[in-house]
């Protein structure tokens, strides 16, 4: 699956973890997700997926979810697009 990563951004907050978002579009989809990655650890993360522009459809939402879940290669551009971004 082709996504386009519109902008990524990754950064520390304090005591609590690490906090970073990366906002894309798939290819053939007019939806612009935005996936916010959760560490306390910087290894071990979790994630909240959403629509950023506006409401979308939920079985879109959910489709879009369930692709991340099952394709480790979509999550991990992703996540390495915030990690990037995280500053030296």
């Known amino acids: 699956m082709n996504i386009e990563i ?12 690490y ?3 990366t906002v894309y579009r ?3 989809e007019k939806s612009v997700y935005e996936i916010t990655f959760m560490s306390k650890n910087g290894k ?7 629509f950023t522009e506006q409401s ?7 489709r879009m979810d369930e692709l991340l879940e099952n394709d480790d290669d979509l999550y991990n551009q992703l996540l390495d697009a915030a990690l ?3 500053p030296a």
Not at 6 to 17: D, F, L, N, Q
Not at 56 to 62: N, S
Request: charged fraction near 40%; charge should be negative.
């Open 56 to 62: 979308g459809d939920e079985e879109e939402l959910l």
């Open 19 to 21: 906090v970073g978002n």
């Open 44 to 50: 071990d993360w979790d994630y909240s997926l959403h």
């Open 6 to 17: 519109i902008s990524a951004e990754m950064r520390r907050e304090g005591e609590k973890g």
């Open 84 to 86: 990037e971004a995280f």
């Open 26 to 28: 798939t290819e053939g």
